[in-house]
């Protein structure tokens, strides 16, 4: 079954507005890691965040996360149009390092 | 960043047919990659974890014997969908994880579309 849920499902904005999308998950994990994905494309990782961290910043990326609410955030400040995508949140667990389990991912669509 | 390739990147099959798709890591070695599949406009779903130099590890549902991974080499790994039929149509994506410097970022291959007819 799929750890990480996403929300919104789909979020349209407009060039320069900022992006905020949310990820929950459902046990501990060692890491929690953004990823995005261009229609019919592959993944490009984005941003990794460990269990002990609380905020990273990457560019116009920044990622929080909160295990107490097992849940994280990842903003795109200044949206271009090239940023439509899908996005996905993925959980790396204690005892399997290594897999991930990935959210059902947001469908972003910025408009020019 | 590193560099994980896939081939083919298309494929169109009768069904009954098996199909190979190759995995490889250009710039690193991988002694773990991971296969997934995903259907339109959904998540990625983990199939397997194919180890170099042993048996992949199957996930929950996934049959082995359907799914055969090979693992021969640091670099390349392979997913034959053996007897293909219309329900296996799917992207299929792997990735390699890179264990340099002590990290252990999983780097995405472009991925495969396998349409059964």
């Known amino acids: 079954s799929q750890q990480g849920e996403e929300d919104p499902q789909a979020l349209s904005i407009q060039e320069g507005e900022n992006a905020t999308m949310n990820c929950s998950y459902k046990t501990s994990i060692n890491n929690l890691q953004w990823y995005r994905q261009n229609s019919g494309r592959g993944l490009v990782h984005l941003i990794l965040i460990r269990s002990n961290e609380r905020e990273k910043h990457s560019g116009r990326l920044r990622v929080t996360l909160d295990t107490s609410k097992k849940s994280s955030s990842l903003l795109i400040t200044a949206s271009r149009a090239a940023d439509t995508a899908s996005y996905f949140c993925?959980?790396?667990?204690?005892?399997?390092?290594?897999?991930?389990?990935f959210g059902q991912g947001t469908i972003l669509t910025v408009h020019p | 960043g590193a560099v994980v390739s896939q081939h083919p990147s298309r494929v169109i099959c009768k069904s009954g047919t098996s199909v190979k798709i190759e995995c490889r890591s250009l710039d690193f070695q991988a002694t773990t990659m991971f296969w997934y599949r995903q259907f339109p406009k959904q998540s990625l779903m983990l199939m397997a974890t194919?180890?170099?130099?042993?048996?992949?590890?199957?996930e929950q549902g996934v049959e082995k014997d359907k799914f055969l991974i090979n693992h021969a080499s640091l670099t390349l790994s392979t997913l034959t969908v053996t007897s293909a039929h219309p329900e296996d149509s799917s992207f299929y994506i792997c990735?390699?994880?890179?264990?340099?410097?002590?990290?252990?970022?999983?780097?995405f291959g472009p991925g495969t579309r396998l349409t059964v007819l």
């Open positions: 990735s390699a994880r890179d264990t340099r410097g002590g990290a252990y970022t999983q780097y």
């Open positions: 993925a959980t790396a667990g204690g005892t399997s390092y290594g897999k991930l389990t």
């Open positions: 194919s180890n170099e130099g042993s048996k992949a590890t199957y």
